[in-house]
């Protein structure tokens, strides 16, 4: 075993948009990071600037990534002990594998348990087993279900209205335990509407932002469902990673849930309109039929975020909109 100062943190969905974005902070503040990732929905060009420096992967100057293809609902541990047999143990993980669509948990609930539920309980197991000291995971305002106060509070009643929103709180829940009786510390964050570069746009259940901003670059039309008088609080995904990171690295916020979002929210037809200005003005905007069990509103209360990460989300609307137009 080599011992080295650098933390060492494995990230599931690694490869994925958010964690992509969460490996290139990592690096950037001195981690030494390996990503577990069953590239169903991540892509190896996502961590291609990294080019897999570590020790499992192609040598690097500066060895800061590997790159291990394992489905985490499956079990880490295989995976993981040659990495840890070259490095030592884990530090802290970041848990964001996950199957992502609400729509599809509905029509697939017990796949939906398998990856999203048991994902987050084979993480914490390794955790216990081997004396991870921290795991962050990524849970969704999809906990909430429908609520009537808004900004939404963390300690509003949960209802959630798919497989997805009660896997993820089902997750939290087992987060919960696993600190308060095996001394893992733990933190949740619900993140609201994500955006940013590296988001795809292939799937109709992708972010709204990525099917927009990848229709207007092409002067294409956009479709609103429903009169696009319903809100999202958009966050940006350089500012998530930074909350995710931060919770990764610091040693507070144990036991806790909190909403990641920027506390401000806009009607999707404002959304829309915005996207064709910054683009240039040429794609038309039509209205189809709204999407059943569609939530009104939502926007986050972040001011636990504030209080026990120091997180506030920075990035103005039209400044992350041309960031994900120019894409990185
Ligand atoms: C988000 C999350 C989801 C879950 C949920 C919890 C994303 C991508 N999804 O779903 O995982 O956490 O929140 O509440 O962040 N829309 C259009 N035209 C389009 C596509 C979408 O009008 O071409 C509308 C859509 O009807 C909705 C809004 O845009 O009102 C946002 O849609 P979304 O799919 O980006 O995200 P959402 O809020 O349904």
């Given at each position: ?45 996502n961590l291609a600037r990294w080019a897999d420096s570590g020790r499992f992967g192609l040598a690097g100057a500066e060895p800061s990534l590997d790159v291990l293809t394992v489905d985490v609902s499956h079990g880490v541990f ?59 995971f990524a849970s969704s305002a999809a906990v909430y279900g429908d609520v009537t106060a808004f900004p939404v509070d963390e300690d509003v009643a949960c209802h959630p209205l798919s497989p997805y929103g009660a896997h993820k ?101 404002e959304l829309a309109q915005t996207i064709v200005d910054v683009t240039g003005g040429t794609s038309t905007i039509r209205h189809a039929e709204a999407r059943p069990g569609e939530i009104l509103r939502s926007v986050a209360r ?27």
């Amino acid at each position: 075993m080599t011992s080295s100062s650098r933390p060492l943190v494995a990230v599931t969905g690694g490869a994925g948009f958010i964690g992509s974005h969460t490996v290139d902070l990592l690096i950037a503040r001195g981690c030494r990071v390996v990503v577990l990732d069953d590239f169903s929905t991540g892509k190896r060009a996502n961590l291609a600037r990294w080019a897999d420096s570590g020790r499992f992967g192609l040598a690097g100057a500066e060895p800061s990534l590997d790159v291990l293809t394992v489905d985490v609902s499956h079990g880490v541990f295989a995976a993981l002990a040659p990495v840890t047999a070259a490095y030592g143990a884990i530090e802290r993980i970041v848990h964001l594998a996950a199957q992502v669509s609400v729509v599809h948990s509905i029509a697939n609930p017990l796949t939906d348990l398998r990856v999203n539920y048991g994902g987050t309980l084979q993480v914490l197991e390794y955790a216990r087993a081997t004396g991870v000291k921290k795991v962050v995971f990524a849970s969704s305002a999809a906990v909430y279900g429908d609520v009537t106060a808004f900004p939404v509070d963390e300690d509003v009643a949960c209802h959630p209205l798919s497989p997805y929103g009660a896997h993820k709180l089902a997750s939290e829940h087992a987060l919960h335990y696993y600190s308060a009786v095996h001394g893992v510390q733990t933190t949740a964050l619900r993140f609201f509407n994500v955006y940013g570069p590296r988001q795809d746009p292939s799937s109709p259940y992708s972010g709204v932002i990525s099917i927009f901003a990848d229709r207007a670059a092409g002067g294409r039309e956009l479709t609103i469902f429903g009169d696009g008088e319903q809100s999202r609080d958009f966050v940006y995904v350089g500012d998530v990673v930074r909350a995710v990171v931060g919770a990764a690295l610091g040693d507070g916020a144990d036991r806790a849930s909190i909403n990641v979002g920027t506390g401000t929210e806009i009607t999707v037809k404002e959304l829309a309109q915005t996207i064709v200005d910054v683009t240039g003005g040429t794609s038309t905007i039509r209205h189809a039929e709204a999407r059943p069990g569609e939530i009104l509103r939502s926007v986050a209360r972040v001011e636990r975020a504030e209080r026990l990460l120091g997180f506030r989300a920075e990035t103005r609307l039209r400044d992350g909109l041309a960031a994900t137009l120019q894409g990185a």
